[in-house]
């Protein structure tokens, strides 16, 4: 029934025990694990005679249990439950500061009537229906005529909306023998229970599957009628849903957000076609690149697949081995699905499909042969990432203001209400959708004020995406001097843009503060190989040189890899890399000032900051990243050093692959202590960390893990600094809307959400840290997992708000604070581009920006 | 088509050699008859590859395809898989799925709705599926004169009475151009080594040897103004050729071109309960060819503009006509360079040179949103690309 096969494990979670089933509450416990390590022998091996009871014993034993234990090997989450994560030393979790607004949310309220309880059976067939044929089984409970069809069965646990008066029933199977269907009443679902909210998850699913029109594709819902076709980019753009449906404080809702697929329309074999006319050469290898890892859909079967390989020397005209006998895959297309392939020369694509055997737990691979001209890609390539026509032709659609975004949404309830199907099947679950999307109160925070030279403030205007007006009119707090101590390394082809840059730093740095002049060294060089870049900065570095800055023709990945891992780890220096076709005359001015701002800013010197009114204050970001080459993530761990953000000590970490939980935590945070103390004489009282990058399936990993072996390094100091722990999330399906007169716009930036779509286990809240030119804002969800602290949640809702704005490498605020985002950026520039551990030398610069 | 010997018929639908070794030794299954197949078509002296229920809609299919049917109609069709092979031929306007089991048709008629890639690969024709609910002996005005209706593996699961009641709904109301039946061929069992009187479905009324069924169809073109030709599925070994196909089947063709005109078939009558019906996704045939030689066009030079700069940072690119012509999505067009060159002016995106002979192409936007032009949410760093548009709903698949 758990039909989403994905298990997003929760180690420790039992199943709930509500307290009306009287069955249930038994076999529930920390038990999710233990049954699924002993399955008892199905299947194969099965002994004579013993057929018909082989079965029986492990269905039994797991009926106690509920939905989410395994009805074979394999296991199953309930990605819908949450678990008490709420400090247990919190009892309000809601902030009071800042001017109310009111808000809409795309959620709806989902109404259980009388707070009905569902009912749970097991299932029994005599004589015995083997537990893997679980389309039979279903087959032959559809037949029950008193269920009506209002029943969710998996083939193993039946549930009914309504308590059932008999419990035996005979139906005759299509072969004409008459099978006895028993039904056991294991437990009572009651409404407050996670297993109900799951129960109500596989009930929309259907709505939306089956009387929606809707097509599923992974876990969103599409309408490909509704497809709007974008030819010249030959892609389409599928509008859909992504909704699910959990408990909040405010009750169950449902939440939904609009999505879109993209789908493209040209086949694999034309866009192998199109690389080859394009012709840039190295064509095979060319091919392959291009398609490797690429998902292509089959026309035939509705399949999607994983291209693994392109087999050159395979063409549809080759024989293939079946059980049946060897055939030729035109033949073999012709014969099953009556297709015609047309190009009888082009290459083969191959898949390597893993799959596992549902009684067995055996996995398996298996070699696909496909042919391109029947294939579809799908997704957008990087070419079309970075082709902005495509990407604004795209973002016309995808882009929704709150105005749209409400229709949309609105669309959706009213598609469920007209359909008959819809109706009757929530009716029979006591379901009810309600007609408005919610409505909530939020709470905006004044504008901060950045701080400019001399602690001079300048108010934000908040309904700017950015507040560049200050920072480029106004001096920084410290400029690092670099003067005429700066080298500049370019091809010979690029000896004009070289001077270009140096004549407009010399006129932009000083206007921002920043002591830059136009004499720096240049170095120019006969090639554009990275090896003649790194010689050069070998042979041209000083004693005085502060900074290297190395004009590059095109952002090619592997000359900046090199000349990253030369001036991060082999010959430590803070370096800057700009790509020439941004000194185009247009850009330069523009350009420059925000790269004489980075560098000032990679050096130490101090950009601008916002007023927090703490003393003795850590800020600790932590992030990872995941190379999909390598085995391996790195974790960024950024702590700010002084009170006004804006010096801080990294470190990064290595751990295996995939990994979000950094392992070496406690040496970070004491190192980062340490050095706290060189630089303020004294170590921090307060330690307010933020963690990025933690999916909900590793909450209790990251706070198990993480969060104790920080709490170590803490308990070391000779008096325990307060703590609070945070968990960041960026990618979140709420969205919120503000009412203004009879009109829906984005909730400024500093607006917060601390009621309703909050969870009661958690102690959690929303803000909306941006403002945004078009569509939707997305606001960032903060959990706090420690609060050990005299601060109050409203204190907490502010800091987070204000560390959005000092940033350095973004002249307005971002979507998660500063400390969270410089650690992304260390982590990626060293498991994207270095590979290797800096060199500690750098660890108090912002190199990494 | 290659006869293997096989085992024993009763258990070939174990999955393995395992299961079916513990069902066959296992005397408690062997009497009481779980093991049933769904339906008797291979045994232990024959077995067909690919499985006859193919074979015979593979046949049926190609009947279809030779006369060309837009309209037609599936009696019988329980879990709409014949249906699966119909909705293929492009030529096909409109099916019409029946059958008399509606919490069967309920659980599946959902089978024939337009999946992903019918919406990729539009049809060029329109087709309309319908799942009806009801009796074949009933009469439903939207099947009447169809081009063609099917009965496979039907006759036989009617009791003998009311074959005749089929034949005059089918033949005496429904007239379509052409009606295919099929049914087993009763001469064939006897390399089933049945037991007397045992047939090859617990729900067969009869079965009729080839003698029987062609008396039938004589029967039928006597009454009706129909001729009919046989056909068989499933060729016997080559040392059983006297017992004939083991599935055998005929399609009548009417004589009249038009029907007459008294009958009362002309007043609708919607007897059958519509439990589903959906339109697949037609081709725009308004869109000329010049409209997609346009698109194309665009994304040709978009194409090669982008990797232009990507490469040597051109914000411009000048791309000649007669390069364009060479690639085969666009010389299929066959059309002159002037035309290009006319529809490339047209173009919002693309401008032609003066001479005519080449096609200018934007790579960047024309002013970048001041100041970093940077866009929504994401910080731009002086080496990565400088365009972030984000687009927030799209994700990996």
């Given at each position: 029934?758990?039909?989403r096969?994905?298990?997003r494990?929760?180690?420790g979670r039992g199943?709930?025990?509500?307290?009306?089933?009287?069955?249930?509450?038994?076999?529930?416990?920390p038990?999710?694990?233990?049954?699924?390590?002993?399955?008892?022998?199905?299947?194969?091996g099965?002994?004579?005679?013993?057929?018909?009871?082989?079965?029986?014993?492990?269905?039994?034993?797991l009926?106690?249990?509920?939905?989410?234990?395994?009805a074979?090997?394999?296991?199953?989450?309930?990605?819908?439950?949450?678990?008490l994560?709420?400090?247990?030393?919190v009892?309000d979790?809601r902030?009071?500061?800042?001017?109310?607004?009111?808000?809409?949310?795309?959620y709806?309220?989902?109404n259980?009537r009388?707070?009905?309880?569902?009912?749970?059976?097991?299932?029994d067939?005599n004589?015995?229906?083997?537990?893997?044929?679980?389309?039979?089984?279903?087959?032959?409970?559809?037949?029950?005529e008193?269920?009506?069809?209002?029943?969710?069965?998996d083939?193993?646990?039946?549930?009914?909306p309504?308590?059932l008066?008999?419990?035996?029933?005979?139906?005759q199977?299509?072969e004409?023998d008459r099978?006895?269907?028993?039904?056991?009443l294991?437990?009572?679902?009651?409404?407050?229970s996670?297993q109900?909210?799951?129960?109500?998850?596989?009930?929309?699913?259907?709505?939306?599957?089956r009387?929606?029109g809707?097509?599923?594709?992974?876990?969103?819902?599409?309408?490909?009628?509704?497809?709007?076709?974008?030819?010249q980019?030959?892609?389409?753009?599928w509008?859909?849903?992504?909704?699910?449906?959990?408990?909040?404080?405010?009750?169950?809702?449902?939440?939904?957000?609009?999505?879109?697929?993209?789908?493209?329309?040209?086949?694999?074999?034309?866009?192998?076609?199109?690389?080859?006319?394009?012709?840039?050469?190295?064509?095979?290898?060319?091919?392959?690149?291009?398609?490797?890892g690429?998902i292509?859909?089959?026309?035939?079967?509705?399949?999607?697949?994983?291209?693994?390989?392109?087999?050159?020397?395979l063409?549809?005209?080759?024989?293939?081995?079946?059980?049946?006998?060897?055939?030729?895959?035109v033949?073999?297309?012709k014969?099953?699905?009556?297709?015609?392939i047309?190009?009888l020369?082009?290459?083969?694509?191959?898949?390597?499909?893993?799959?596992?055997?549902?009684?067995t737990?055996?996995?398996?691979?298996?070699?696909i042969h496909?042919?391109?001209?029947?294939?579809?890609?799908?997704?957008?390539?990087?070419a079309?990432?970075?082709?902005?026509?495509?990407?604004q032709?795209?973002?016309?659609?995808?882009?929704?203001?709150?105005?749209?975004?409400k229709?949309?949404l609105?669309?959706f309830?009213?598609?469920?209400?007209?359909?008959?199907?819809a109706?009757?099947?929530?009716q029979?679950w006591?379901?009810?959708v309600?007609?408005a999307?919610?409505?909530?109160?939020?709470?905006?925070?004044k504008?901060?004020?950045?701080?400019?030279?001399?602690?001079?403030?300048?108010?934000?205007?908040?309904?700017?995406e950015?507040?560049?007006n200050?920072?480029?009119?106004?001096?920084?707090?410290?400029?690092?001097?670099?003067?005429n101590?700066?080298?500049?390394?370019?091809?010979?082809?690029?000896?004009?843009?070289?001077?270009?840059f140096k004549d407009?730093?010399?006129?932009?740095?000083p206007?921002?503060?920043?002591?830059i002049?136009?004499?720096?060294?240049?170095?120019?060089?006969?090639?554009?190989?990275?090896n003649?870049?790194?010689?050069?900065?070998?042979?041209?570095?000083t004693?005085?040189?502060?900074?290297?800055?190395?004009?590059?023709?095109?952002?090619?990945?592997?000359?900046?890899?090199?000349?990253?891992?030369?001036?991060?780890?082999?010959q430590?220096i803070?370096?800057q890399?700009?790509?020439?076709?941004?000194?185009?005359p247009k850009?330069?001015?523009?350009?420059?000032?925000?790269?004489?701002?980075?560098?000032?800013?990679?050096?130490?010197?101090?950009?601008w900051?916002?007023?927090?009114p703490?003393?003795?204050?850590?800020?600790?970001?932590?992030?990872?990243?995941?190379?999909?080459?390598?085995?391996?993530?790195?974790?960024?761990?950024?702590?700010?050093?002084?009170?006004?953000?804006?010096?801080?000590f990294?470190?990064?970490?290595?751990q295996?692959?995939?990994?979000e939980?950094?392992?070496?935590?406690?040496t970070?945070?004491?190192e980062?202590?340490?050095?706290?103390?060189?630089?303020?004489?004294?170590?921090?009282?307060?330690?307010i960390i933020?963690?990025?990058?933690?999916?909900?399936?590793?909450l209790?990993a990251?706070?198990?893990?993480?969060?104790?072996?920080?709490?170590k390094?803490?308990?070391?100091?000779?008096?325990?600094?307060?703590?609070?722990?945070?968990?960041?999330?960026?990618?979140?399906?709420?969205?919120?809307?503000?009412?203004?007169g009879?009109?829906?716009?984005?909730?400024?930036?500093g607006?917060?959400?601390d009621?309703?779509?909050?969870?009661?286990a958690?102690?959690d809240?929303?803000?909306?840290?941006?403002?945004?030119?078009?569509?939707?804002?997305?606001?960032?969800?903060?959990n706090?997992?420690?609060f050990?602290?005299?601060?109050?949640?409203?204190?907490?809702?502010?800091?987070?708000?204000?560390?959005?704005?000092?940033y350095f490498n973004?002249?307005?605020?971002i979507?998660v604070?500063a400390?969270?985002?410089?650690?992304?950026?260390?982590?990626?520039?060293?498991?994207?581009?270095?590979?290797?551990?800096?060199?500690?030398?750098?660890?108090?610069?912002?190199?990494?920006? | 088509?290659?006869?293997?010997?096989?085992?024993?018929?009763?258990?070939?639908?174990?999955?393995?050699?395992?299961e079916?070794?513990?069902?066959?030794?296992?005397?408690l299954?062997r009497?009481?008859?779980?093991?049933?197949?769904?339906?008797?078509?291979?045994s232990d002296?024959?077995?067909?590859?690919?499985p006859l229920?193919?074979?015979?809609?593979a046949?049926?299919?190609?009947?279809?395809?030779?006369?060309?049917?837009r309209?037609?109609?599936?009696?019988?069709?329980?879990?709409?898989?014949?249906?699966?092979?119909?909705k293929?031929?492009?030529?096909?306007n409109?099916?019409?799925?029946?059958?008399?089991?509606?919490n069967?048709l309920?659980?599946q008629?959902?089978?024939?709705?337009?999946?992903?890639?019918?919406?990729?690969n539009k049809?060029?024709?329109?087709?309309?599926i319908?799942?009806?609910?009801?009796?074949?002996?009933?009469f439903?005005s939207r099947?009447?004169d169809?081009?063609?209706?099917?009965?496979?593996?039907?006759?036989?699961?009617l009791?003998?009475?009311?074959?005749?009641?089929?034949?005059?709904?089918?033949?005496?109301r429904?007239?379509?151009?052409?009606?295919?039946i099929?049914?087993?061929?009763?001469d064939?069992?006897v390399?089933?080594?049945?037991?007397?009187?045992q047939?090859r479905?617990?729900?067969?009324?009869?079965?009729?040897?080839?003698?029987?069924?062609?008396?039938f169809?004589?029967?039928v073109?006597?009454?009706?103004?129909?001729?009919?030709d046989l056909?068989?599925?499933g060729?016997?070994?080559?040392?059983h050729?006297?017992?004939?196909?083991?599935s055998q089947?005929?399609?009548?063709?009417?004589q009249?071109?038009?029907?007459?005109?008294?009958?009362?078939?002309?007043?609708?009558?919607?007897v059958y309960?519509?439990?589903?019906?959906?339109?697949y996704?037609?081709?725009?045939?308004?869109l000329?060819?010049?409209?997609?030689?346009?698109?194309?066009?665009i994304?040709?030079c978009?194409?090669?503009g982008?990797?232009?700069?990507?490469?040597q940072?051109?914000?411009?690119?000048?791309?000649?006509?007669?390069?364009?012509?060479?690639?085969?999505?666009?010389?299929q067009y066959?059309?002159?360079?002037a035309?290009i060159?006319?529809?490339a002016?047209?173009?919002?995106?693309?401008?032609?040179?003066?001479?005519?002979l080449?096609?200018?192409?934007?790579?960047v936007?024309?002013?970048?949103?001041?100041?970093?032009?940077?866009?929504?949410?994401e910080?731009?760093?002086g080496?990565?690309p400088s365009?972030?548009y984000?687009?927030?709903?799209?994700?990996?698949?």
């Amino acid at each position: 029934m758990a039909s989403r096969g994905r298990a997003r494990g929760r180690a420790g979670r039992g199943a709930p025990a509500p307290g009306g089933g009287s069955n249930g509450g038994a076999a529930a416990g920390p038990v999710g694990g233990g049954a699924t390590a002993a399955p008892a022998p199905r299947g194969r091996g099965r002994g004579r005679g013993a057929a018909a009871v082989s079965d029986t014993p492990p269905t039994e034993q797991l009926a106690g249990m509920n939905i989410q234990a395994p009805a074979g090997v394999r296991e199953r989450g309930n990605r819908f439950a949450t678990p008490l994560f709420r400090p247990e030393n919190v009892k309000d979790t809601r902030g009071n500061t800042g001017q109310k607004i009111d808000l809409l949310t795309n959620y709806f309220e989902i109404n259980v009537r009388d707070n009905k309880p569902l009912y749970q059976y097991h299932v029994d067939f005599n004589p015995v229906v083997k537990a893997d044929s679980v389309k039979l089984r279903k087959a032959l409970v559809h037949r029950i005529e008193c269920l009506r069809n209002r029943h969710l069965f998996d083939g193993m646990i039946l549930y009914c909306p309504d308590r059932l008066n008999e419990t035996e029933f005979v139906v005759q199977k299509k072969e004409g023998d008459r099978v006895t269907i028993s039904m056991k009443l294991t437990q009572e679902v009651t409404t407050s229970s996670d297993q109900f909210i799951q129960l109500v998850n596989i009930i929309f699913n259907q709505i939306a599957d089956r009387h929606m029109g809707l097509d599923r594709i992974r876990r969103d819902y599409f309408n490909p009628g509704k497809a709007v076709v974008i030819s010249q980019h030959k892609v389409e753009l599928w509008p859909g849903y992504e909704f699910s449906i959990r408990k909040y404080s405010h009750g169950v809702l449902l939440g939904l957000d609009v999505k879109h697929k993209i789908v493209r329309t040209d086949t694999v074999l034309s866009a192998m076609n199109q690389m080859v006319s394009s012709g840039r050469g190295g064509q095979q290898e060319n091919i392959r690149r291009e398609l490797m890892g690429a998902i292509v859909i089959t026309k035939y079967n509705n399949k999607t697949y994983r291209i693994d390989d392109v087999i050159f020397n395979l063409s549809p005209k080759d024989v293939v081995q079946l059980r049946s006998g060897p055939i030729s895959y035109v033949d073999y297309y012709k014969n099953n699905y009556n297709l015609t392939i047309r190009d009888l020369n082009q290459p083969l694509l191959l898949s390597i499909v893993k799959t596992k055997d549902p009684g067995t737990g055996e996995r398996t691979e298996k070699q696909i042969h496909l042919v391109p001209e029947v294939c579809y890609m799908t997704g957008l390539t990087d070419a079309m990432r970075s082709n902005f026509r495509v990407m604004q032709d795209l973002a016309q659609y995808t882009k929704q203001d709150p105005e749209k975004k409400k229709r949309t949404l609105e669309e959706f309830r009213q598609t469920v209400e007209s359909s008959t199907e819809a109706r009757d099947l929530l009716q029979s679950w006591g379901l009810e959708v309600s007609p408005a999307i919610l409505e909530l109160d939020g709470r905006k925070l004044k504008p901060e004020q950045i701080l400019m030279k001399n602690g001079q403030p300048f108010p934000c205007d908040a309904r700017k995406e950015s507040f560049d007006n200050i920072t480029r009119k106004n001096f920084v707090i410290q400029s690092v001097d670099i003067n005429n101590d700066y080298l500049i390394i370019c091809t010979s082809r690029d000896v004009t843009h070289s001077n270009t840059f140096k004549d407009t730093c010399a006129k932009v740095g000083p206007a921002c503060g920043i002591n830059i002049q136009a004499n720096g060294k240049v170095v120019s060089i006969n090639s554009d190989r990275a090896n003649d870049f790194i010689e050069a900065i070998r042979s041209n570095v000083t004693s005085n040189t502060k900074i290297v800055i190395c004009l590059v023709p095109n952002d090619r990945k592997d000359r900046y890899d090199a000349i990253k891992k030369h001036c991060c780890i082999e010959q430590p220096i803070p370096s800057q890399v700009l790509v020439t076709k941004n000194l185009q005359p247009k850009k330069a001015m523009s350009v420059v000032t925000k790269v004489v701002l980075q560098m000032n800013a990679k050096l130490g010197g101090e950009l601008w900051s916002i007023n927090i009114p703490m003393q003795g204050v850590m800020f600790v970001g932590i992030d990872t990243y995941h190379d999909s080459g390598s085995n391996k993530s790195v974790g960024g761990f950024v702590a700010s050093m002084n009170n006004a953000c804006t010096r801080y000590f990294s470190k990064t970490t290595w751990q295996e692959s995939k990994q979000e939980l950094i392992s070496q935590l406690q040496t970070c945070t004491r190192e980062a202590l340490q050095q706290y103390r060189k630089l303020n004489n004294a170590f921090p009282q307060r330690v307010i960390i933020f963690r990025d990058g933690v999916g909900d399936g590793q909450l209790l990993a990251v706070k198990e893990i993480e969060l104790e072996s920080i709490k170590k390094a803490l308990h070391e100091l000779p008096q325990m600094p307060n703590l609070v722990f945070t968990v960041v999330t960026k990618r979140i399906q709420q969205r919120f809307f503000q009412k203004q007169g009879n009109r829906l716009n984005n909730p400024g930036p500093g607006s917060i959400v601390d009621t309703k779509v909050t969870s009661d286990a958690l102690f959690d809240f929303y803000l909306v840290p941006q403002s945004v030119g078009q569509g939707t804002v997305t606001p960032t969800h903060y959990n706090v997992l420690a609060f050990e602290t005299n601060l109050q949640p409203d204190h907490l809702q502010q800091i987070a708000f204000k560390l959005c704005h000092v940033y350095f490498n973004w002249t307005g605020t971002i979507r998660v604070p500063a400390v969270c985002q410089y650690a992304h950026k260390l982590a990626f520039l060293v498991g994207n581009h270095l590979n290797k551990d800096p060199s500690p030398q750098l660890a108090n610069y912002l190199y990494y920006l | 088509m290659i006869p293997v010997i096989r085992q024993d018929p009763r258990f070939a639908d174990a999955e393995d050699e395992d299961e079916y070794q513990s069902r066959r030794s296992n005397p408690l299954i062997r009497d009481n008859r779980t093991c049933r197949l769904k339906e008797v078509e291979s045994s232990d002296l024959v077995k067909f590859e690919p499985p006859l229920y193919i074979q015979r809609y593979a046949r049926v299919v190609e009947h279809c395809k030779t006369g060309q049917y837009r309209t037609i109609a599936d009696f019988g069709t329980a879990e709409l898989t014949f249906v699966q092979y119909l909705k293929n031929l492009d030529f096909v306007n409109q099916i019409f799925a029946v059958d008399i089991d509606r919490n069967l048709l309920n659980s599946q008629k959902h089978r024939c709705r337009p999946q992903m890639f019918d919406h990729l690969n539009k049809r060029s024709e329109p087709l309309n599926i319908s799942v009806l609910c009801g009796s074949v002996l009933e009469f439903d005005s939207r099947l009447h004169d169809l081009d063609c209706i099917c009965a496979i593996e039907l006759i036989e699961h009617l009791q003998k009475d009311d074959v005749e009641k089929f034949s005059a709904a089918l033949f005496g109301r429904y007239q379509p151009k052409n009606v295919i039946i099929t049914t087993p061929n009763k001469d064939f069992n006897v390399l089933f080594e049945f037991e007397p009187d045992q047939m090859r479905h617990w729900d067969h009324k009869f079965e009729w040897t080839r003698e029987e069924f062609r008396t039938f169809c004589e029967g039928v073109t006597t009454k009706y103004d129909y001729k009919f030709d046989l056909f068989g599925v499933g060729d016997p070994p080559s040392e059983h050729q006297t017992v004939g196909p083991c599935s055998q089947g005929a399609v009548f063709t009417r004589q009249a071109s038009k029907l007459g005109s008294s009958s009362l078939e002309k007043f609708p009558t919607e007897v059958y309960e519509t439990l589903y019906s959906v339109d697949y996704p037609v081709e725009d045939k308004s869109l000329t060819p010049d409209y997609h030689l346009t698109n194309e066009i665009i994304y040709q030079c978009n194409q090669i503009g982008i990797a232009e700069y990507q490469e040597q940072g051109d914000e411009i690119s000048v791309i000649s006509i007669a390069h364009l012509q060479t690639f085969p999505s666009i010389d299929q067009y066959r059309v002159s360079d002037a035309h290009i060159a006319e529809l490339a002016r047209a173009t919002e995106h693309l401008r032609v040179m003066e001479d005519g002979l080449s096609i200018l192409v934007q790579n960047v936007p024309d002013s970048p949103p001041a100041p970093y032009w940077g866009f929504s949410d994401e910080e731009n760093d002086g080496a990565g690309p400088s365009y972030n548009y984000h687009v927030g709903a799209e994700e990996l698949w």
